[in-house]
């Protein structure tokens, strides 16, 4: 028996109707897709009871953590009754006449071929980071960035089909010595293009994936480049700060502005100036002939190119645009925007090989460190030594150190977004009669500040600041999904229930505990919607061999740590590694499933599947009552209105809890407390 749920009366909502199964096709480059994206978010947004959405394009990569679409492949993948959409942008060729931007030129294409309305909602495209790709990346910078002086990303190139969107290299050159000093710049480009290599830069050309690239744009000061795909990036990646990201774009005459400049960019261009671009931008690609077969060479020759050298020509307007144009452009930004530290590179560079706090380790704590520092020694596994290092792990976990008791819940919640669902999720708990103590995990004080944990201490709730931990347990990894797991090796409790910050609970979930299952294992996972097929590498990876089973969703665990001690160690050094395996799994996990069945220890999965309602995964008890609702793609947001989905429930309890933190972030403003995180 479990206890008796609380129910919230609601009104009856007609169930909607079954939705329209659609893909949307396109097979141009990176910056198009990028475009793509905000007509999909606004697709979604405006008619997500309508359309199951699926897209096909060349960049599954940029789709990457999108909630609002299924990536697919080919055609064999689509959904049963699909209807392809070719999406394109017609209104480009009436840009120089119409007050168009790129981003609402898909809008109107799509529009005009599904017949309803699709209000723009952001002047940027929509691509999304994981937590863990947030973290500083340190195996691209290395020891070589200063992370007391701004850097920028230089894209310093292009495309060899079209060269009207070239530079001076030299000029390039001069922009980096005139701030030197001022300004560290990290010079990208992919390896097929043409980028000239520069001098006192950090080189990275043909270094980072199309993801690492995305990684970079987000912990940059800003960004040089020509109209390309790091501008679209720029306004489309999030900002650790809130401002706009700085981009200074050498444009020339070939693009109208309104056309392509974002808001807060630096658009750097002719227009109007030349006769070949007196009325609009001249839309030429290239300087001289490429010989390749397309009719660009015979249309799209530029009328006035500059000899910069014997083999490179770039045109005119791109020559009319001045060194030290570009280095004003930069400085405006440097000198008039306090730049604050990466603390994330300063962490990295101070904290190396650091002990420190060991003198406050506990007895039972000094008994095991030993283990984890030998875990933490930056060795980076790759697909040949990775079996010999998982087996090797396995033989020097550290013993259960007997400094955990009691029954707890865990919840990892740093961040403004992740601590307003934390918010809801904890007096969700509260409201249904849970009176376990909990610990709400974060990565220093920028995540959760003070004010945030004082808005939680009335509800039972221990902060922990996951980075002073690390002081004296070190992590060779610790950012987004590896602070889970690190949570629950190193909480209080000896029994855990675990809840990402987004999880919304139902009914008081301490049943769980008392549950035969339960007691049987000591362990319970929950299902996810795919499977690991067999032509997977991670059987071979790991030697496991092959199961048919779903994988595990762990917006949810319920584990008794001591019995488990050897299993959750060996997913702490899966995640430790993470820079190698979460190449093979999706984040934290599977490395679960994977440690279980390495030491071949038996578990509980909950038998009932997981029902999918917008982007909310609803989880089961054993008896098959649902008990969870893990909102991953509809996280509860302070921002905009409270739209209510049908199917879900208790709501607009959950709204209520929205308004109540809104309330109290006022509050805290007014009082002058800075309170965001």
Not at 133 to 151: A, H, I, M, V, Y
Not at 501 to 518: C, G, I, K, R
Not at 614 to 637: E, I, N, T
Request: net charge neutral.
């Amino acid at each position: 028996m479990f206890p008796r749920r609380t129910v919230i009366q609601s009104p009856k909502v007609a169930l909607p109707p079954k939705k329209k199964p659609i893909v949307l096709r396109n097979e141009q480059s990176p910056g198009d897709i990028v475009a793509l994206t905000a007509a999909v978010r606004d697709l979604y947004r405006a008619h997500s009871n309508s359309f199951e959405i699926q897209v096909h394009t060349t960049c599954n990569e940029l789709w990457q953590n999108n909630p609002y679409v299924r990536v697919v492949k080919d055609r064999n993948e689509y959904l049963r009754g699909s209807e392809e959409v070719l999406c394109q942008y017609p209104a480009i060729h009436r840009s120089n006449q119409r007050p168009i931007h790129f981003i609402q030129a898909f809008h109107e294409d799509l529009e005009r071929r599904l017949g309803l309305r699709i209000p723009v909602s952001a002047f940027k495209g929509d691509l999304h980071l994981s937590r863990e790709e947030k973290s500083w990346p340190t195996e691209l910078l290395g020891e070589d960035l200063d992370p007391n002086k701004p850097w920028w990303l230089m894209l310093a190139g292009g495309k060899f089909d079209f060269t009207t969107k070239w530079w001076d290299p030299g000029f390039y050159q001069e922009v980096v010595d005139g701030l030197q000093g001022k300004v560290q710049f990290v010079q990208c480009g992919q390896a097929d293009h043409w980028h000239p290599p520069l001098k006192n830069v950090i080189n990275l050309i043909g270094k980072t994936s199309l993801r690492q690239f995305l990684r970079m744009v987000y912990h940059a000061y800003g960004i040089v480049c020509p109209i390309t795909f790091a501008m679209h990036a720029a306004a489309a990646v999030e900002t650790p700060e809130r401002r706009m990201r700085p981009c200074v774009v050498i444009a020339g005459g070939r693009e109208p502005v309104h056309w392509e400049q974002y808001p807060g960019h630096q658009f750097l261009h002719t227009i109007g100036i030349l006769d070949c671009c007196a009325t609009g931008g001249c839309w030429k690609n290239r300087c001289q002939k490429v010989g390749d077969g397309d009719l660009k060479d015979a249309r799209e020759l530029c009328k006035y190119p500059v000899d910069i050298s014997n083999d490179l020509q770039i045109p005119k307007c791109m020559k009319m645009i001045t060194p030290q144009e570009v280095i004003g452009a930069v400085e405006r930004y440097v000198d008039h925007f306090p730049h604050q530290s990466n603390d994330l590179a300063i962490k990295h560079s101070a904290g190396k090989g650091k002990k420190e706090g060991l003198d406050e380790t506990d007895a039972n704590q000094k008994r095991h460190l030993g283990a984890f520092v030998n875990r933490t020694t930056s060795e980076h596994l790759n697909e040949d030594t990775a079996r010999q290092a998982l087996d090797r792990a396995m033989t020097t976990l550290p013993r259960y150190p007997d400094a955990y008791q009691g029954r707890g819940i865990v919840i990892p919640g740093g961040g403004k977004e992740y601590f307003t669902n934390a918010w809801v999720c904890i007096n969700m708990l509260r409201h249904h009669g849970c009176t376990l103590p909990i610990e709400l995990w974060y990565l220093g004080d920028k995540e959760v500040t003070h004010s945030m944990r004082r808005m939680v201490d009335s509800l039972d709730v221990r902060c922990v600041d996951a980075e002073k931990i690390r002081n004296r347990l070190p992590c060779r990894i610790l950012a987004g999904f590896e602070v889970k797991v690190y949570a629950l090796v190193h909480c209080a409790f000896e029994e855990i229930l675990f809840l990402d910050a987004d999880n919304f609970p139902l009914a008081n979930p301490s049943y769980l505990f008392e549950s035969e299952e339960y007691q049987q294992t000591g362990a319970i996972f929950w299902p996810d919607r795919g499977r690991t097929t067999p032509d997977q590498q991670i059987w071979d990876l790991t030697g496991i061999p092959y199961r048919n089973e779903p994988e595990f969703e762990t917006g949810q665990i319920v584990l008794d740590k001591q019995r488990c001690w050897k299993e959750l160690q060996l997913t702490l050094w899966f995640n430790e590694h993470s820079d190698f395996w979460y190449h093979h799994v999706y984040g934290d996990k599977d490395t679960f499933r994977f440690a279980w069945h390495k030491f071949e220890t038996k578990f509980s999965m909950i038998p009932h599947r997981l029902r999918d309602i917008c982007g909310v995964m609803c989880q089961h008890d054993f008896q098959g009552q649902r008990l969870f609702q893990h909102r991953s793609g509809q996280k509860w947001s302070l921002e905009g209105e409270f739209n209510p989905i049908a199917g879900l429930e208790q709501e607009e309890l959950g709204f209520s809890y929205l308004e109540e933190l809104k309330r109290l972030w006022a509050d805290t403003k007014r009082a002058g407390v800075v309170s965001t995180a």
